[in-house]
């Protein structure tokens, strides 16, 4: 196999990327020893920039085109090493290719409940999750602090510190906040767009740039949920007759949903109580009195 590659490294002197990968931020072009003849062709396509790198420093960056790797096309490299013009033999670079298209669809949520202070409920125990896009906006600065030299740098890579920046943020952002839990559905859009605003700096050290951030859902735990419905639930009723009526509606709904278990028999008995309460027909009237005797004695006819 080795002995193939340096064949192969004698013959070709064109250098490009075909992606085979959607996830892939960084790729090294494999070459035996890193030896790029003098006047090879580099293609850059569109959506990628390729990166020289001579002795762990950068030396020259490439956008989209095709390029003939000479002194005119290399000014720094050709500067470092002090080649002359007419210089043809192979020289020592390693070249990276960068996607800078965008990445689409990738997630972000938290991993455990973020604990915040609502003037209406009081504390309250959030999650919160949602989508993001990001793009490269400095190859250099990305090789540099991100991938390094390795030969492959894949999204996966950086995503879970993306991913961790993105929720303590909202943390900060929520916490200082002053609008109640129960109104944050109607500025999801406003905590995504001043939640991007404060992640860019942060994102631009590591040479990426956050495109679009999303909100999907910001949640109370279930538990809280159901409370809340059981109070809008009073409030819709009117008065607590009606809502005991909706409660026993209820029960009968997931009685039958289960109609072999126990709660069934139990729920039929509870409603057979209470619908035999509110059905059995009045009692009668007590029956009239008897007319009471006057005091003293009997006239006589």
Not at 76 to 96: C, G, I, R, W
Not at 143 to 156: A, C, D, T, W, Y
């Amino acid at each position: 196999m080795d002995l193939w590659q340096r064949a192969r490294g004698e013959f070709v002197d064109v250098i490009d990327w075909s992606e085979d990968g959607s996830d892939t931020l960084v790729w090294r072009f494999p070459r035996q020893g890193n030896a790029i003849k003098w006047g090879a062709q580099l293609i850059v396509r569109e959506g990628q920039q390729a990166v020289l790198v001579n002795e762990g420093r950068v030396a020259d960056c490439f956008t989209p085109g095709r390029y003939r790797l000479e002194t005119r096309n290399l000014p720094l490299l050709t500067t470092l090493l002090a080649l002359p013009t007419a210089f043809e033999s192979p020289f020592k670079a390693e070249v990276y290719f960068v996607a800078t298209r965008q990445f689409t669809d990738l997630k972000w949520g938290t991993r455990h409940p973020l604990i915040l202070r609502d003037a209406e409920l009081g504390p309250v125990r959030l999650r919160g999750f949602g989508t993001y896009c990001l793009r490269v906006r400095d190859p250099q600065q990305l090789i540099r602090e991100v991938s390094g030299s390795n030969p492959r740098f894949p999204l996966e890579g950086i995503s879970e510190q993306l991913r961790n920046l993105i929720v303590s943020r909202l943390a900060d952002l929520l916490g200082e906040s002053s609008h109640p839990v129960l109104d944050l559905a109607a500025r999801y859009d406003e905590v995504a767009a001043t939640l991007q605003r404060r992640l860019q700096a942060e994102w631009a050290g590591y040479g990426l740039e956050l495109t679009t951030l999303l909100v999907e859902n910001l949640s109370l735990p279930a538990e809280v949920e159901a409370a809340l419905d059981r109070r809008t639930a009073i409030g819709l009723t009117g008065d607590l007759a009606a809502f005991r009526t909706y409660q026993e509606g209820i029960a009968l709904e997931k009685a039958a949903e289960n109609p072999s278990g126990g709660a069934a028999a139990g729920a039929g008995l509870a409603m057979g109580f209470a619908l035999g309460e509110r059905l059995a027909p009045p009692p009668p009237p007590p029956p009239p009195s008897a007319p009471e005797e006057p005091d003293g004695p009997t006239p006589s006819p």
